[in-house]
């Protein structure tokens, strides 16, 4: 059980002993520039709009997960 959860959340623990190391999270944000149909892009404002969410959160979500999915596989 303890096994399953240290691979699980591994991501998790690793950043909680870089805290115990250097005092601080190691997470860091970076604009990053890429390019969408200007559709895509005013669906996108109008959903996080409604939602009361930044586009930016949304997209790491949708990442993440994707990138969790293919991992799995």
């Avoid at 870089?18 to 997470?27: I, L």
Wanted: charged share 45%.
């Amino acid at each position: 059980m303890a096994d399953k959860i240290l691979k699980e959340y591994k991501e998790v623990f690793e950043a909680f002993e870089y805290y115990d190391k250097y005092g601080r999270m190691p997470f860091k944000k970076v604009a990053v520039p890429f390019t969408i149909r200007d559709k895509t892009l005013r669906e996108l404002r109008k959903y996080c709009k409604k939602k009361s969410m930044k586009m930016s959160h949304l997209v790491e979500e949708l990442i993440t997960e994707e990138l969790r999915k293919k991992k799995s596989k």
